[in-house]
């Protein structure tokens, strides 16, 4: 069963960012590790991921670079910025807070 983009669409850039908390990555590798963390449930469409990309650098949130990888293409890696690191905690902290409300919303008194 997949995860309707319905459920998830505004977070994916608190997604982004809790990827790059933990190491510098480019956009296959952080789709991939989405695909495998919802154990391919959900996937960001590329548009989507690059989109995201340039919106979270726009505001500071990441920075990017060029890898200099010895074979293939070279890559563009994001690493997340100290204004990221302060925003992932707050878009955090506002998911487990609206979490908590649809959790209350969608329970069912017997």
């Known amino acids: 069963m997949s995860i309707t983009g319905d459920l998830i669409r505004g977070h994916t850039d608190t997604i982004i ?3 790059l908390i933990k190491e510098d990555s480019y956009g ?3 789709n991939k590790a989405i695909l ?3 154990e391919g449930r959900y996937e ?3 548009a989507t991921l690059y989109t995201a990309f340039r919106r979270l650098e726009s505001a500071g949130l990441i920075s990017s670079y060029w ?3 010895n074979t293939g293409a070279r890559r563009r890696y994001y690493r997340i910025t100290p204004a990221g690191r302060n ?3 707050q878009m955090k902290n506002e998911w487990e807070e609206a979490k908590l ?3 209350k919303l969608v329970e069912v008194q017997e």
């Open 67 to 69: 890898g200099d990888e």
């Open 101 to 103: 409300t649809i959790e």
């Open 36 to 38: 495998d963390k919802t």
């Open 17 to 19: 960012l809790a990827q």
């Open 28 to 30: 296959y590798q952080i």
């Open 87 to 89: 925003a992932f905690t």
């Open 44 to 46: 960001l469409k590329e």
